[in-house]
């Protein structure tokens, strides 16, 4: 019987990782719910439970993949890819009013900026305490602080080393844990509770993913407006990581 299941489950692995991310965060919510009463929200919960995961694939199968490089689990490496996270992003937008988009006005876009430099200054110096002291390494580690995916674009262009790549990628995977879980804490001191506040804040903090779900857990009304500024906040970076933070680092650093 279990290998007529095994069968099914490896050929429809789309379904299977869709069935698989259900299941993890139904039980993030319910630890969220009943461990944490609620003050760490189940998204935060769900992505250390796939940290957990995918070091336990890639641990049992040698791969580079985590889960997906398990045959039975190989859709959850189509279902987290590029494609169907950009689809989703995007998709928030949708649900932007395009008269309160406008609110955010010049106020939005100096937050977007300072929310990609300030970060890869903190970055940058962090990599160069740390002993990175090349302008490659720096400005990757430090575009890893602006979103987890800004470094590895920024590593990939500049010709950095793979463990540099790795480090940016847990550096922005850190800065989007601790905006997950601290949005919802904050949110009142922030004064969270508007439309131009949450793109304000979207594009101060950045991470599209931390931004998401810490405004899901205070108001999921202000999801779209803050996904919106974070998902330009990423583009921005991935413009400006490897040409203008990076020549502003070599001229530092040589």
């Not at 935060?44 to 580079?64: D, E, F, M, S, Y």
């Not at 939005?108 to 890869?120: C, I, Q, R, W």
Request: aromatic share 8%; net charge positive.
């Amino acid at each position: 019987m279990w290998p007529i299941i095994e069968n099914a489950l490896e050929h429809n692995g789309l379904i299977t990782a869709f069935a698989v991310v259900g299941a993890i965060m139904w039980l993030s919510v319910l630890l969220s719910k009943y461990l944490t009463f609620g003050r760490v929200h189940g998204s935060a919960i769900a992505i250390v439970i796939g940290l957990v995961l995918a070091w336990v694939g890639g641990t049992v199968t040698g791969g580079q993949k985590g889960l997906a490089d398990m045959a039975l689990f190989s859709g959850i490496g189509l279902m987290g890819g590029a494609m169907l996270r950009d689809f989703a992003i995007v998709a928030t937008a949708f649900e932007v009013q395009a008269t309160e988009a406008r609110k955010a006005g010049m106020i939005g876009a100096v937050a977007l900026l300072l929310g990609t430099v300030l970060p890869f200054i903190v970055g940058a110096a962090v990599a160069y305490a740390f002993g990175y002291r090349d302008a490659v390494s720096m400005t990757t580690i430090g575009a890893g602080a602006v979103t987890y995916i800004v470094g590895p674009v920024t590593g990939a262009a500049l010709g950095a080393s793979s463990d540099v790549m790795a480090l940016s990628i847990a550096t922005g995977l850190i800065k989007a844990i601790l905006v997950m879980v601290f949005t919802p804490v904050s949110a009142r001191l922030l004064a969270l509770d508007n439309p131009r506040s949450a793109m304000v804040f979207g594009g101060l903090a950045g991470t599209v993913s931390g931004v998401t779900a810490g405004l899901a857990a205070t108001d999921r009304r202000l999801v779209p407006y803050g996904a919106l500024t974070a998902t330009f906040h990423t583009g921005l970076g991935c413009l400006m990581g490897p040409s203008i933070l990076y020549f502003c680092i070599r001229g530092l650093v040589g």
